[in-house]
């Protein structure tokens, strides 16, 4: 049977990534060895880093005025590397808190300098993206979780500020056009839309950095892994090959264009079974919605057993909502086929049905 993975991370993956990774785990270019076993400085790698690279510039729009970095530590390293590199302990950055990673982004960076919190949504349990706030003029930086992957809310509309963004993307990186100009820094976790956990992507605008004063150990500093290439030490080879894989896969089907269409499509069908069907509601409220996860619970909690079971014997992996907001959560990253969705669609349908 086919399992259709809805899970939110550690997520899918398009399985034409999935199997030419797997046959560079056995034989990497025809050269007889995995690439696992090979050194990172071979010219192979070489040409795998060069082309990631040159792909996240490519899909980004990022220039030369900003490094492309390939990372370990996940996203949440970048919660404290990124104010260690922007701030000096006297600076002012300025962050909204839209849920739980933003939550460890703003406890990491008062850390490092003078952090205000301009707005939260807390009070209904995350269940929207906080708007009217206003970025202190003295902000080094705003910092933005654009998807709340636990939550299933998603920023539509960025701000209007001066201040260069900081955004945690990891759970919507390349699922729609960026507008890089906007951003001072970009980071993602792989694990939600680009590739398979151990490597965190890093975009970051050249002039935010050299600006601290504070001593930096060369691991956590942005301007030591741009000027060796992202290969100061071993980078995470495995990922960082099956990202590029991911980045040419997107750039196959159309680029962030074509991401977008297919992922609002996606998206719509299930916000819109959700909304008709008499069994469901949705979480989110409306005009937040994430296009990755739809969050939804049933209108009768004794229905949540038997819909599990219902999914399950469909081939539904994966859709148990995280426990803060309980009921299902469906991630529908990049990867995810529209066929899937309308599986998930058919099953809350014949569900219905059955107990309505
Ligand atoms: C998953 C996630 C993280 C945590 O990522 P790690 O790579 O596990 O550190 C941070 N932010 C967001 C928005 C996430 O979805």
């Known amino acids: ?58 899909l980004s729009g990022a220039g030369d005025d900003y490094a492309v970095l390939f990372l370990g530590g996940g996203a949440s390293t970048q919660f404290f590397m990124a ?38 949504s807390k009070d209904r349990n995350y269940n929207y993206i906080p708007k009217d706030y206003a970025v202190a003029p003295q902000a080094r930086y705003l910092h933005l979780t654009s998807n709340n ?5 998603e920023i539509h509309e960025w701000p209007e500020t001066d201040a260069p963004i900081v955004s945690d993307m990891s759970s919507d990186m390349f699922s729609r056009p960026i507008d890089i100009e906007r951003f001072g820094l970009i980071y993602a976790g792989a694990q939600k839309n680009l590739g398979p956990a151990g490597v965190t992507l890093v975009i970051v605008r050249k002039d935010l950095l050299g600006h601290t004063t504070r001593k930096l150990p060369a691991m956590l500093d942005y301007r030591i892994h741009a000027d060796n290439g992202s290969m100061y030490n071993t980078p995470p080879v495995f990922p960082i090959y099956t990202l590029m894989l991911t980045l040419r896969w997107i750039k196959e089907q159309g680029g962030l264009e074509a991401m977008a269409l297919h992922n609002v499509q ?10 008709t069907n008499p069994c469901f509601t949705g979480t989110a409220v409306e005009e937040d919605r994430s296009l990755m996860n739809v969050c939804f619970v049933p209108v009768n909690p004794e229905h949540e057993a038997p819909f599990m ?27 995810m086929p529209q066929e899937s969705v309308q599986v998930l669609v058919d099953v809350m349908r014949d569900f219905a049905k059955k107990v309505g």
């Open 149 to 153: 992957t636990i939550y299933g809310t």
């Open 309 to 335: 079971e219902a999914c399950k014997a469909a081939g539904i992996s994966g859709v148990k909502g995280h426990r803060s907001v309980g009921g299902f959560r469906a991630s529908i990253y990049n990867a």
């Open 83 to 120: 104010p260690m590199n922007l701030l000096n302990d006297e600076d002012t950055a300025c962050y909204v808190d839209s849920g739980v990673w933003a939550t460890k982004a703003i406890k990491e960076a008062k850390n490092f300098g003078k952090i205000e919190v301009l707005a939260s």
């Open 1 to 58: 049977m086919k399992i259709h993975n809805f899970s939110a991370g550690p997520a899918i993956l398009p399985a034409s990534v999935m199997e030419a990774s797997a046959r560079a785990a056995v034989d990497f270019n025809g050269m007889g060895l995995s690439i696992l076993e090979i050194s990172h400085r071979t010219k192979d790698f070489e040409a795998v880093m060069a082309e990631a690279e040159s792909l996240v510039r490519e």
């Open 266 to 275: 996606k998206a719509q069908l299930l916000y819109n079974e959700i909304d």
